[in-house]
Structure formats: structure tokens, C-alpha cells
């Protein structure tokens, strides 16, 4: 207790899973917590929990669909009014859909939630970290990153979708390729805020039972996720990295390097892709309508 008393962690998806175990971890070091959930109720729910497990009473909760722009930028507006510093940002949330479908706002909804929120998010941010340095950014990935490809021309999806458990030369699992255009934006992020004291890593939590899955849309891939669960670590081994890379001072100064099991390790070959790493970058920002704005990131 105490190696974090009074830090402020937003943990994005922490109603569940890796999310909820990351911020009971850290609620037990004496941080602020600052849950950001999409459902009221569940996240109430998992709230109570976690003070009582924690012993911490200072878990707020805050309402945000990391899939929809719009609730993005209100979450951040609210979040700047309620508070003056952010240390840690852990973009843990996620979700993975079998069929194509688009949000309100015409996104994917795995590009949306899984990539697209989290770099949003993260520029939404970005002004209250530099001002809070040092500060961290934590995003998390998958092992499934490697499976990923980045199709500039088709980033959506949108002539050639493959939902869950497709592979072929020519087209990965949407989930999979928004996992690694995470990665790729995290390497990408590194370099531009080098010198600003906040610094963004990686993390692959390992196969881990979770909720995961369970929103997939996909009767089979439930079955599945169950039948593994065996095989699976627990939630809390699983958000071990989270919490490592959020309060260690291990690895304080480390920045855009990729974790798992607490040890940093070499993501696949394409997530190094510097050129790629660019180009998605300007990509993303135009598809937010960032890209005349180049201020804040
Ligand atoms: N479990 C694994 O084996 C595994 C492996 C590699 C990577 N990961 C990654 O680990 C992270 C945590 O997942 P988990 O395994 O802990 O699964 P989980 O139990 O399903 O937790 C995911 C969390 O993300 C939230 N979320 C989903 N869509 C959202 C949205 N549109 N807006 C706001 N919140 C949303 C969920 O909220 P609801 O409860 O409201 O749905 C939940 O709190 C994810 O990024 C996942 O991709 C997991």
C-alpha cells in the first residue's frame, strides 16, 4: 500500500476482467482510480467490489463508450472539469464481434473500440499528461496482434472482413488487426512525445478468463471461449503487466517498448514498420479529423 497514494489512473473497461483486476491492484497501492465504463449499473456493481477488496475508497466512476467519438470527447470534457492531473491512462478496454458491423458513427466496430477509441482517447488526453509528467500511457494488446495485417486502402474492413477465426494470406481477423495498429500507434506515440516525460508502452496479457468474447456475436466463438477456460489464467494473474507497467519504477523511463509477463519482449516484425507506423498514424487522424489540428500530439 502506498506506491501510488494519490496518483490518478483512469483504466478504461475496469467493470470486468483484466480492466477490474488492473484497478483493484492499484487501488490497493493508494492510487485514485477513475473507472471508465460504458454500463452504469455494472460498473456500480464492480465499484463496490473493488472498495471492498481494495480497502480504498477512492474509485470514481465515469461513463464513456470507447467505441463513439462523440462520448470520447464529452468523457474527457467531463474529466478535465472534475479533475487537474492524469498520471496513468491504461487503455484496457475491448471487445471482439464476428460479424461486420459499423457503430452510430460508421466505424467498424473493432477498429472502433479496440483501436480507434484508445488513440482518440489518448490525443483527448494528451494536453492533461504532459501538463501531469511523468506520466505513463498503457495500452493493451493481444498475442493475436501477430496475426494482424494493416490495409491502409481498407482499414475497416470494408472489401475484405474476416471476423474471429479466418485466416488466409490475404486477410486476418479484424480484431486481430486492430490489435496491431494499436501496437504500431503506441510505437508511433513514443517517438513524438519523446522528451515530454509520458511515456507509452505495450502489453499482451496472455490467454486469460475473462468476459472476453462474450460480446462477439458468435455463438461458436462462446462456446469456445468457454471450453478453453481451463487452459486460461485468472484475471488477476492476467493484469499483472497492467499493473507493473503503471506503478513500477522499473520502468519509469522505459517508453514504446512491448510487455508480457512483466518482462519487455519483441512484438511481430510488421509493428515495427516505421513507414507503416506514419502513414496509419495520418490516416487515423484524418479519419478523426485531426489532421489540420497537429498541435496537442
Ligand atoms: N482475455 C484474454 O485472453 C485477452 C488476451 C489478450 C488481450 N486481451 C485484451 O485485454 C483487454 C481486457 O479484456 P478482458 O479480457 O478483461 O475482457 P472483458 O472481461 O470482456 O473486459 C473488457 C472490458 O472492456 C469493456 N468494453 C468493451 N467494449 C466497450 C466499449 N465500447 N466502451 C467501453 N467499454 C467497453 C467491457 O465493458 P462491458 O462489460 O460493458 O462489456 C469490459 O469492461 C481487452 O483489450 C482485450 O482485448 C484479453
Redesign the pocket.
Known amino acids: 500500500m502506498g506506491a501510488m497514494k494519490g496518483k490518478i489512473c483512469i483504466i ?9 483486476e488492473t484497478a483493484i491492484g492499484l487501488a490497493k497501492m493508494g492510487a485514485i482510480i477513475v473507472m ?4 452504469q449499473e ?1 460498473g456500480e456493481k464492480a465499484r463496490t467490489e473493488m472498495v471492498k477488496q481494495a480497502g480504498n475508497s477512492s474509485v470514481d466512476l465515469m461513463i ?5 467519438m462523440d462520448s470520447i470527447r464529452r468523457f474527457a470534457k467531463e474529466f478535465k472539469k472534475k479533475y487537474c492531473r492524469l498520471d496513468v491512462l491504461v487503455n ?5 464481434f464476428s460479424k461486420r458491423e459499423v457503430t452510430s458513427e460508421g466505424f467498424e466496430r473493432n477498429f ?3 483501436y480507434l ?1 484508445p488513440f482518440f482517447l489518448t490525443h483527448e488526453l494528451l494536453d492533461l499528461l504532459k501538463s501531469s509528467a511523468p506520466s505513463r500511457i498503457i495500452n ?5 496482434a501477430k496475426n494482424g495485417k494493416v490495409d491502409l486502402d481498407d482499414l475497416q474492413g470494408e472489401k475484405n472482413y474476416a471476423g474471429t477465426k479466418f485466416y488466409s494470406p490475404s486477410r486476418a481477423p479484424a ?1 486481430d488487426n486492430a ?1 496491431l495498429m494499436l501496437m504500431m500507434f503506441t510505437y508511433e506515440l513514443a517517438k513524438r512525445l519523446k522528451g515530454s516525460g509520458v511515456t507509452v508502452n505495450v502489453l ?9 468474447g ?2 462477439s456475436g458468435s455463438l461458436s466463438s462462446y462456446i469456445m471461449f468457454k471450453m478453453v477456460r481451463p487452459m ?1 489464467q485468472s ?1 488477476r494473474k ?1 493484469a499483472e503487466t497492467s499493473i507493473y507497467l503503471a506503478s513500477s519504477d522499473e520502468v519509469k523511463d522505459l517508453t514504446g517498448k512491448c510487455f508480457a509477463k512483466k518482462k519487455e519482449v519483441a512484438s511481430c516484425p510488421t509493428s515495427y514498420d516505421e513507414e507503416l507506423q506514419e502513414r496509419l498514424w495520418n490516416k487515423t487522424e484524418s479519419m478523426l479529423g485531426l489532421a489540420s489540428n497537429r498541435s496537442t500530439l
Do not use: E, H
Open positions: 478504461t473497461g475496469s467493470n470486468s476482467g483484466i480492466g477490474k471508465v465504463v460504458r454500463n455494472r464513456c463508450d470507447l467505441s463513439l484496457n478496454a475491448g471487445a471482439s472502433a473500440v479496440n477509441g493493451v494488446s493481444s498475442g493475436l480484431y490489435k499482451m496479457p496472455g490467454f486469460t478468463a475473462t468476459n472476453l462474450r460480446s486460461q484475471a492476467g
